[in-house]
């Protein structure tokens, strides 16, 4: 079955905002632009974990953060996009 998300992402050099990637039991939420990191920064708790330039995020609230991200107007980078 194709990701259903699919259609929210685009190639790393045409649209692309977040990348998503999974390590773990984790997805690594990188964002690309500085729209996309203003929008992380002000979306997220103060108590959110960063690693670097990502925010670290448990499975189980990935697809609620995808959602807002998508809901905003954000696309991800195709082919890094966790299942």
Sequence with gaps: ?????ARFTAPS???AAFRAERS????MI???T????AWLHTHLADSA?????AVAVE???????????IAAGFLFERDAFPN
């Design 24 to 27: 773990g039991g984790l997805a």
């Design 13 to 15: 050099q045409a649209g």
């Design 59 to 69: 499975m189980r609230y990935f697809a609620p953060l995808a959602d807002a991200i």
């Design 49 to 53: 974990q960063w690693v670097g330039d």
């Design 1 to 5: 079955m194709a990701n259903p998300l």
């Design 30 to 32: 990188t964002p690309l």
């Design 34 to 37: 500085p729209n996309a990191s």
